[in-house]
């Protein structure tokens, strides 16, 4: 166990509809980052933020958006969703905000239908 | 700029045999290195890591990679493979400039007995 959490643990929703996925970092981190892992993109970087504030972008759709809130739990918002946008969602949580050492949560599985 | 390349997407070892599973990196400054474990259905767990120091870095279960700057390696190797080991390897990269780390495409490890 991490120390990362992430609900729900699988999403099945519709084209078009909106979802949000939220994450609790590991006790004491301030940098929560967002990836998105899909068979035919891999282990793709979507966002970061470290202490409420964005740090450093990824390949991150404009459909999608999140934010960091003052209890340092985050949220990934995804709307207008595509077949595509189907697969695994993973938030990992560091100290700092340099990548030195981050701790994955179990994922959401997201399906579009 | 940074980039991670896994030489070989699937490898199959005998149970007891050395495992092996490559990676070279690109990265314009010091990097960061790590190797990620991802067992089925699970987030993924930290192996180990190199930032600084010993170029010979050891990490749970038994695996070691070495940093190699000439080469631009970074191998991860365990000498004795046990069934347990069979998941899915992400080598991944970052930098003292970079809050994001940049992950390969993993390579899957299947044990046979």
């Known amino acids: 166990d991490s120390g990362v959490t992430q609900t729900p643990k699988h999403l099945i929703t519709a084209t078009g509809q909106r979802v949000t996925l939220r994450c609790s970092p590991r006790s004491g981190d301030l940098s929560v980052y967002w990836y998105q892992q899909s068979l035919d993109q891999g282990l793709q970087f979507l966002i970061q933020y470290y202490n409420g504030e964005e740090r450093a972008k990824g390949n991150i759709l404009e459909r999608f958006s999140a934010q960091q809130f003052p209890d340092l739990h985050s949220e990934l918002n995804l709307s207008s969703l595509e077949l595509g946008d189907s697969a695994l969602y993973f938030c990992a949580s560091s100290v700092t905000d340099r990548a030195v050492e981050q701790y994955f949560g179990p994922g959401t599985r997201l399906t579009v239908t | 700029a940074q980039s991670v390349t896994q030489l070989g997407s699937h490898v199959s070892v005998s149970e007891g045999a050395l495992v092996l599973l490559r990676c070279n990196y690109s990265?314009?400054?010091?990097?960061?290195l790590f190797w990620y474990v991802q067992y089925p259905n699970q987030g993924l767990q930290l192996l180990l890591k190199?930032?600084?120091?010993?170029?010979l870095v050891k990490g749970i279960n038994g695996f070691e990679a070495e940093f190699k700057k000439s080469e631009t390696s970074f191998h991860l190797t365990k000498p004795s493979a046990h069934m347990s080991d069979a998941a899915e390897y992400f080598c991944a990269v970052s930098t003292t400039n970079a809050g994001k780390s940049t992950f390969g495409d993993g390579t899957t490890l299947t044990v046979k007995p």
């Open positions: 190199y930032t600084t120091g010993a170029t």
């Open positions: 990265s314009s400054v010091p990097p960061y």
